[in-house]
C-alpha cells in the first residue's frame, strides 16, 4: 500500500529535474560573497518582490529571526497574532537570541486586527514601557489552515505602521500560496512590508533555503547576524540551483495543491470555501485516534492540537492520491 504523506508540505523529496539542476549548479564560496547560483537567486527573489536585496539562509525560522532582528533590538517588543509561526514554533528563537520580547492579538483565521494592533502599540515612553518597533503578520497562516490575509489589510496596517513608525515584518514561508490562491503580484506583497522571511521549502518542493528579503542595509546587517548564528555557508549554489529550480517550474502549479485542499476538507466535512491555499484543519475531539486510523490507511496527517488534525497537499501528492486520501478519511 503506498503512504500518502500529508503531514506537512516540508515532506516533498526534489524532482530529478530539480537534482539534476542541483549537480550541475556553478558555484563558489557564499561567505565570501562568490557563489553565482546563490546571487543569482538573491537578485531574482528581491526582484520579485519589488525590494533591493536578499539574503539565503538555510531555514524559515532562521530568515524570520534575521528579519525580525532587524527591526526589534534587545528589550523592544513585535505585536503578532498568537499562532503565528514565530510565537509558537520557533522555540523562543527571538527572545533567547535577539532579546527581543512579543505581544499577541488572538483571531481564528490568523487576520490582520488594526484595532487591536493599535491599542496595543506602545511608543518610546523611556523608562517605563516595552516600545513597540514592529508588527509581524503571517501570509499565508500556518495555523490558521493556510488562511490568506487579503492585501487591503495588509495595505492599511502598512500605512498606519508607517504612520508611527513601526516597521512590518511578512512572514512570508507561503506567499507563494497567497499569489496563486488570489492573482495579487508578488511584489504587492512586497510593498506591504519593510522586511520578509520567503521559503523554498515547503510549497515549492526544495529541499532546503529560505530568504530574507528587505533593504540593501537591512540585509547587511543579516549577512553579519547569519554568520554570528553559525549560517555562513560555502558552496551552497547547489541549494541555491533547486530554489531557483522551483521557481521556475513548482510555482503555477501551488493551484493543483489547492484543488487537492478542497477535496480533503469535503472528504472530511469541512466546508471547501473556508480552505484558502494548501493547507486543512480539521476539528475533531478524537484527533488521536483520527491521525492513527488515518495511517492504518495509509494516510499521514499530523495532530494539531488535542482536538485539530491538519492535513497539507503539496508537490509529492497527485490528484489521484488525493483522491483516494479523500476516500480513506470520508470512511472515518
Ligand atoms: C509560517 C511559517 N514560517 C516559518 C517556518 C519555519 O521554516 P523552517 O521549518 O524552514 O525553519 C514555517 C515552517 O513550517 C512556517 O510554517
Redesign the pocket.
Known sequence: MKTIDLR?D?VTRPTAEMRRAMAEAEVGDDVYGEDPTVLELQRRVAELFGHEDALFT???????VLAVASLVAAGQEVLCEAS???AR??LGAHGAVTGLTMRTWRDARGQVDLAAIQEMYAPDLGPFFVRTTAVSV?N???FAGGAVLPLEDLQALRTWAGSVGVGVHL?G??IWNAHVATGVPLASYGACADVM?V?L??GLGAPVG?LVVGSRDALAEARVRRKRMGGGMRQVGVLAAAGLHALDHHLDRLADDHANARLLAEACGVDPETVDTNIVVVQRDDATRFVAGAKEGGVLVSPVGPRAVRLVTHLDVSAEDAKTAAGVLARM
Open positions: 506537512s516540508t538555510p531555514t524559515g525560522s532562521m530568515a524570520n503565528a509561526h514565530i514554533a520557533e503571517e499565508t497562516h500556518n512572514d514561508a507561503r522571511a521559503c521549502s515547503k529560505s
